[in-house]
């Protein structure tokens, strides 16, 4: 038989014919396990991120004190004039606000604030945008118009609310017209804009500050007093990153898939050197004239399916595994959200384990056919006698 490529001929001839499943399949498998770790690593490290930026709202949330609520604009002024700053918004967040939804009274976190204001910061975090933000901004005479969040369904857009007043005054009606974003950790949350809960004749005096910039630990450590709690984004997330439930999860998936890659790798190379009948063919063809280094080709060839199955498919597999049992594991109870965390594909690192998983083809071969050479050619023929 004649041709032009030999490599390939021979390479894939060998690979048809090895006829051996368990060494794919313990490295397919290996490689995905790895893969599966790595996944729920990434989902939970940006779960925790996600996390602490809804709980904040911000690079820094100032919580001012009921008795120096007054100071608020005073101090959001202060944290605005300092460099690195690129929004400082100010609110009115009263939790557990009395609010009449229909002929059910629910205590929902009342948000009011400039909305305009609000979106542009919303903008410049990772925090979703919310579109019915815009509706707040010019209301229409009549109902104040609201956004609304609940946990169990008690408030829906479209329903009337009411905003009992203190001293008797007549309740401001209040409209949804949208979802209301997530703001903390609260699972009710109604939000209005300032304008127009001051139209109702409700003024309002901000209690909470939110800072974003690169240079918000700064500016609120300086301008900050005693009168307001500073509660920082990085704080939070290393708080909770620090954990030793979110702690050890996070290690032991780094551990693990890191060990599954190294049996990988040693399923791989016990493969290749427990293949005698491979070295024997290629010792004989070499009688022929084959070249010592085709010979290290037409063995790589007949590795290479087998990789490149576990380089492609196991990651592929490993993210179905976790996409799987991201409900069941309930992630969301580690990372603090309302809801499990997204899935986060790490790309770079699943690059790296079928890259690993080539090289090991290029470290491999060389390494077995420099001990297979010490054999002599008469004992290698006399063994397929």
């Known amino acids: 038989m004649r041709s032009r490529r030999p490599l390939s001929v021979f390479g894939a001839a060998r690979a048809a014919t090895a006829g051996r499943v368990l060494p794919p399949l313990a490295l397919v498998t290996a490689t995905a396990l790895a893969s ?16 602490s930026w809804r709980t904040v709202g911000a690079d820094a949330r100032l919580d001012v004190a009921p008795a120096a609520a007054a100071s608020t604009p005073t101090l959001a002024a202060r944290v605005a004039a300092a460099p690195g700053i690129d929004h400082v918004v100010v609110a009115q967040v009263t939790d557990r606000a009395r609010v009449i939804a229909d002929t059910v009274i629910t205590a929902p976190r009342l948000v009011v604030v400039d909305t305009a204001a609000f979106r542009r910061l919303l903008a410049a975090t990772p925090l979703p945008d919310v579109p019915a933000l815009d509706r707040l901004a010019d209301p229409a005479p009549g109902d104040v118009p609201a956004l609304v969040l609940s946990g169990d369904g008690t408030l829906q857009p479209g329903m009337h609310l009411q905003l009992p007043q203190p001293d008797g005054a007549p309740a401001i009606r209040l409209t949804a017209v949208g979802t209301a974003p997530a703001i903390g950790d609260a699972t009710d949350v109604v939000v209005v804009d300032t304008a127009g809960l001051a139209a ?12 974003t910039g690169v240079g918000t630990a700064r500016a609120v ?19 909770r990153r620090a954990a030793p439930l979110t702690a050890g999860l996070l290690r032991l998936a780094r551990t693990a898939a890191a060990t599954l890659l190294a049996l990988g790798l040693l399923g791989l190379a016990l493969g290749a050197a427990g293949a005698p009948q491979r070295w024997q063919t290629l010792t004989r063809l070499r009688t022929l004239g084959l070249r010592p280094r085709d010979a290290r080709w037409i063995a790589a060839g007949e590795l290479l399916p087998a990789v490149l199955l576990a380089a492609v498919g196991g990651p592929l597999l490993g993210a179905a595994l976790a996409r799987l049992t991201l409900g069941p594991l309930e992630m969301r109870l580690l990372t603090r959200q309302a809801v499990d965390p997204a899935l986060a594909l790490p790309w770079g690192w699943l690059a790296l384990l079928g890259a690993a998983l080539l090289a090991a083809v290029a470290v ?5 056919a420099a ?10 023929l006399r063994a397929g006698e």
């Not at 491999?364 to 077995?368: G, I, K, L, R």
């Open 221 to 239: 450590a300086t301008a900050g007093d005693a009168t307001a709690n500073v509660v920082l984004r990085a704080d939070v997330e290393r708080t």
């Open 364 to 368: 491999v071969v060389p390494a077995e």
């Open 200 to 211: 109702a004749g409700l003024p309002t005096v901000p209690n909470t500050v939110w800072v």
């Open 371 to 380: 001990l297979r050479r010490r054999r002599q050619l008469g004992e290698v």
């Open 36 to 51: 599966f770790a790595l996944v729920l690593d990434a989902t939970a490290r940006q779960g925790v991120t996600d996390g």
